[in-house]
């Protein structure tokens, strides 16, 4: 981290592993020329350089680094990264008329964190838990995974959208083929991130939060800090 | 104003002056499928389908109108908006290697608005105060002004920045070229608004506060709402 100054951030690295709006759109109040790093595939850099607002960002100020899935980079002083392809989508502003929701490359991705000691998943987008991703996340201490939608139907239900959350790119928490299932045989802690306001678990006395944590999941909140 | 539902807002009609950041980033946050219309000048809408990540904005949900400078056109119903050139500069983040400062177009415009009774202008952005701006808003029985800046340079004197407000594309409020002295001949009500937070005028207890209010005109804060 660099030192204190005037109009200052504790922001080292910012990271981003997906190129839609509620990833990219903060940059643009952290343009006030302060420094820092900026990581991204090479796909959701393209995201920001073929629009033209985010070059208030300025380049000289805040390097825009490439990194390539699955190779662990220092994100920070001790703290290795590493991208990997997550079953997504492109951004809903760059959708076309065919959208292919299980697209693996550099558009959505996970990130493996790791001190040397312990090791973090975080995966804030995924339509579906593939054995692949098992395998990827098998090691991990502390799992945070898309808790967007209790249900597939959900928007639709509630009157808030007309998406599954499959086509939004979001796999349901409930289910046979949702994440509390597909995800059970993890050791790692887990705590569900990326919850839409829709969410029946955000209501303190919901079946669904009981269920969730019942099934030894943490709900994430914000201003949450986790220790591992 | 259309009327309520779920996921709604208030916002009937939303009016872009500028295409920088502060102008435009907002839309962002109003993207989730509620209707509005958009109004702004042919050059401003440009930027924002220059910038992809603007189509979150839904065409068929909120219709893109582009409007004519010193054309009046019904912005709600019963209030009659027109939009004139102001002395300004293209967006931060399409700056070339030269970059006109007093630039009179449709990038940086000021809003004519009128009930039929009373006139309002609100003016978020202005270079300098031409004879011809006077002219046009002699009629303000509201002027809604820059006041961004109270001296040229602030932001070099306060370490947060390199350039002087003139260059910015903001008249300073003091001195004798400043906005209270330009506009002093001007029969309205004064508000100053686009404030930024090295303004001394901010400082309750300020001398540079106590000068601007000392000369009649009132200092906008959050939430303000004014009748005229």
Not at 137 to 159: K, S, Y
Not at 178 to 190: C, D, E, F, H
Request: aromatic share 6%; proline share 6%.
């Amino acid at each position: 981290m660099h030192p204190r100054a005037l109009r200052d951030t504790p922001v080292g690295s910012v990271l981003l592993t997906n190129g839609d709006i509620d990833h990219i759109a903060g940059l643009l109040s952290l343009r006030e020329q302060t420094p820092f790093q900026m990581f991204a595939t090479g796909e959701i850099h393209k995201v920001l350089a073929d629009n033209r607002i985010f070059d208030a960002v300025n380049r000289e100020v805040v390097p825009r680094v490439t990194v390539a899935l699955d190779q662990p980079f220092e994100l920070l002083p001790g703290l290795t990264a590493k991208l990997f392809a997550v079953p997504g989508k492109v951004p809903l502003f760059m959708e076309g008329t065919e959208v292919q929701t299980d697209l693996e490359g550099e558009q959505t991705v996970g990130v493996r964190l790791s001190d040397g000691a312990k090791t973090a998943y975080y995966i804030p987008g995924c339509a579906t838990v593939t054995d692949k991703l098992l395998d990827q996340i098998a090691d991990a201490d502390q799992l945070f995974f898309d808790g967007t939608l209790w249900d597939d139907n959900e928007m639709i239900r509630t009157g808030t959208g007309v998406k599954t959350g499959r086509r939004m790119g979001h796999i349901p928490i409930s289910g046979p083929d949702g994440s509390i299932v597909r995800l059970s045989g993890l050791k790692a802690a887990k705590t569900f991130i990326h919850i839409n306001n829709t969410n029946p678990i955000w209501q303190p006395d919901s079946l669904e939060r009981a269920f969730v944590t019942g099934n030894g999941w943490q709900i994430a909140a914000d201003g949450q800090e986790t220790e591992i």
